[in-house]
Antibody, heavy 122, light 112 residues
Framework: EDQLVETGGGLIQPGGSLRLSCAAS????????MIWVRQTPEKGLEWVSV???????YYLDSVKGRFTISRDNSRNTLYLQMNSLRAEDTAVYYC????????????????WGQGTLLTVSS | DIVMTQTPLSSPVTLGQPASISCRSS???????????LSWLHQRPGQPPRLLIY???NRFSGVPDRFSGSGAGTDFTLKISRVEADDVGVYYC?????????FGQGTKVEIK
């Protein structure tokens, strides 16, 4: 069964750094595009970043230059390195798999992890 | 950025009755490749979102056929033909035609 498990959330002070991990099982992160999405009660769901099999990456403007998405194919794990954290980065962070069939990749996530909570506060 | 606007924000429904949610985008969601990347997700309390519909009207694996999607361009609709207790939660539309991908505010479906 395909599964995604996020870890690494917690309480961090503004300006700090943290790395979120998303361990995948049942499929290879290297063969799929992978996504980070965050959620807050105030702003709802917010797409953060995506990494494609060819290594290309895209980011939400508000995190560009501060967050870095990456993957370790040998560990089958997706990461989100977050630097210069701000209070407004506080959210539940979900990793999700891009929806692909053998013949086509659709622009939407299909499976999501359970999420990990990041709180940025002094 | 493309703004996604859902209506209504709350929808009390009677079990067995239909429900409908509208999603309007601030610009056309037709991608340069000719496809329209509008999907619908459902989130139950304490759970991650799950995919229901992709590319306007395609049901994802395991999604009951009481769920259907329709629309084109900037106007899209999710319909539940007969609401069941398991359908409560928040429904979101998502556009992935253009970066940044953007979600609607969510529509809360609850049983009357």
């Amino acid at each position: 069964e395909d599964q995604l498990v996020e870890t690494g959330g917690g309480l961090i002070q503004p300006g700090g750094s943290l790395r979120l991990s998303c361990a995948a099982s049942g499929f290879a992160v290297s063969n799929n595009y992978m996504i980070w999405v965050r959620q807050t009660p105030e702003k709802g769901l917010e797409w953060v970043s995506v990494i494609y099999p060819d290594g290309s990456t895209y980011y939400l403007d508000s995190v560009k230059g501060r967050f870095t998405i990456s993957r370790d194919n040998s560990r089958n794990t997706l990461y989100l390195q977050m630097n210069s954290l701000r209070a407004e980065d506080t959210a539940v962070y979900y990793c999700a798999r891009g929806h692909c069939t053998p013949t086509f990749c659709y622009n939407n996530p299909d499976y999501w992890g359970q999420g990990t909570l990041l709180t940025v506060s002094s | 950025d493309i703004v996604m606007t859902q209506t209504p924000l709350s929808s009390p429904v009677t079990l067995g009755q239909p429900a409908s949610i509208s999603c309007r985008s601030s610009q056309s969601l037709v991608h340069d490749d000719g496809h329209t990347y509008l999907s619908w997700l459902h989130q139950r309390p304490g759970q991650p979102p799950r995919l229901l519909i992709y590319k306007i009207s395609n049901r994802f694996s395991g999604v009951p056929d009481r769920f259907s999607g329709s629309g084109a361009g900037t106007d899209f609709t999710l319909k539940i033909s007969r609401v069941e207790a398991d359908d409560v939660g928040v429904y979101y539309c998502l556009q992935a035609t253009q970066f940044p991908w953007t979600f609607g505010q969510g529509t809360k479906v609850e049983i009357k």
